[in-house]
């Protein structure tokens, strides 16, 4: 199965496969391995809804990072969650970062829809500082109708929103 057959599984409405493919420095970083492909189901459906929210373009900025490449970003978390490929960081055209947090946060703990199981198709990820943090989500199975508890980290800088679906809400 190509990433692409994957991702179109979703049926998302604003998102085609090449933008999760998207990764800063192409000498440096890297595609996520097929492995971690579900990992980023939450947080694509997540963002797909916000796009449908907010009536305006999302740019992925950020998503899948490469352990080796992580470890170059001065600010990056050693146990980042885009080396889990649960991660993204965005930016919401006209709107400012603060704003799209302030959504976000409103939407934490909230239930989504999801066309396809949602821990089955997700791992956890070590790489070499360890351990990336993760819990499964909380998810409900009926007639065919997966749906998964938001729960994850939201943070906003000057330019962009992250986002993440590590299970657990960090205060």
């Known amino acids: 199965m190509t990433f ?4 179109a599984k979703l049926g998302l409405n604003h998102f085609k496969p090449h933008e999760l493919l ?3 420095n192409r000498e440096k970083n890297g595609e996520p391995p097929r492995l971690r ?4 189901v939450p947080t694509i459906l997540i963002l797909d809804r916000l796009r449908e929210h907010l009536g305006v373009p999302i740019c992925l900025t950020s998503v899948y990072r490469t352990p080796a490449y992580n470890a170059t970003l001065r600010k990056a978390a050693r146990l980042s ?3 889990a490929f649960v991660a993204a960081d965005i930016s919401a055209r006209g709107i400012y970062p603060r704003d799209v ?16 199981p949602i821990e089955q198709n997700r791992t956890r990820v070590e790489v070499p500082a360890g351990k990336i943090p993760y819990v499964p989500l909380n998810e409900r199975e009926s007639s065919g109708v997966f749906k998964f508890q938001f729960k994850g980290y939201i943070y906003y800088g000057e330019t962009y929103v992250h986002i993440d679906t590590r299970g657990f809400n960090p205060d």
């Open 101 to 116: 947090c302030e959504i976000l946060m409103q939407w934490r703990d909230q239930w989504f829809k999801s066309p396809v």
């Open 37 to 40: 492909w579900g990992n980023i």
């Open 81 to 83: 969650q885009h080396q």
């Open 22 to 24: 998207i990764y800063t």
């Open 4 to 7: 692409e057959n994957f991702i």
